[in-house]
């Protein structure tokens, strides 16, 4: 049968040099078989203080901590590590590349709940977790849940983040099974994570709220430009701007 692991790293920083410093995970092997971990580690990096704004994680709390590959939790992502069973975060990629960072050589089959929140959910103007906790009302259901599995639900704490990740994989289910009936829904959602995203607004910049495919018939040269420079895009975004601008 297979394994479904939803995790989420908390990490010194965002930029190529910074390291995992607490990982929240559920490795969930039937409805009522649930493992949860929940570790702060240590690194030789020193930690973001916009890092901390967000996670709160501060260096004292590393002191005496084993390194993230002596984790139990990093043991059991190896110890699943096969093609038949699921590895779930919110922008995989991101968490991904930090397990990367580690040594850890992916098998998993993978879901990113925020490229199928872009598919799945097109009309939302955003689709962070956080966000979309309020906006489907996950909070209302999210206590009785953690108290089921001894959780302390914390926003941008790794293993709050898992729980209601946990929580919208389920609406995510649900919604691949009313828009893709004939489909498996986690393997369909597998299939989303794979498949690239064509925005249709922005929603930062000069042009917050218009329509890209507009602007790249208007101002072709500031695509262009982001294209070219803006570092930070996300894979949607680079793909948009590839298509629309030919």
């Not at 559920?26 to 409805?31: A, D, L, R, Y």
């Not at 009302?137 to 983040?161: F, P, R, S």
């Not at 898992?162 to 929580?167: A, R």
Request: aromatic content about 10%; overall charge negative; charged content about 30%.
């Amino acid at each position: 049968m297979a394994k479904y692991i939803l995790f989420d790293t908390e990490t010194t920083g965002n930029q190529e040099e910074d390291k995992i410093i607490q990982i929240g995970a559920m490795i969930v092997h039937s409805k009522d078989n649930i493992e949860i971990y929940d570790e702060i580690c240590s690194t030789d990096i020193e930690i973001k203080i916009e890092a901390m704004e967000v996670h709160n994680i501060v260096p004292s709390q590393l002191v005496d901590k084993a390194p993230f590959i002596q984790t139990q939790a990093y043991g059991k992502l190896q110890e699943y590590n096969n093609e038949s069973n699921y590895l779930i975060a919110h922008n995989i990629n991101f968490d991904l590349g930090m397990l990367q960072k580690d040594g850890f050589v992916n098998q998993y089959t993978l879901i990113d709940t925020l490229r199928c929140a872009k598919h799945l959910y097109k009309d939302m103007p955003y689709h962070r977790l956080q966000y979309l906790r309020y906006a489907l009302e996950l909070y209302k259901t999210e206590q009785k849940e953690a108290d089921d599995l001894n959780i302390t639900i914390k926003a941008h704490d790794a293993i709050g983040d898992v729980l209601v990740m946990k929580l919208f994989l389920s609406k995510l289910v649900k919604r691949v099974m009313e828009e893709y009936p004939d489909y498996n829904p986690m393997q369909k959602l597998a299939e989303l994570t794979k498949t690239p995203v064509m925005i249709q607004t922005f929603k930062f910049g000069k042009h917050k709220g218009r329509d890209i495919a507009e602007i790249a018939r208007e101002d072709s040269g500031y695509l262009n430009w982001m294209r070219s420079n803006m570092k930070d895009l996300d894979e949607d975004m680079k793909y948009t701007l590839d298509k629309v601008l030919g």
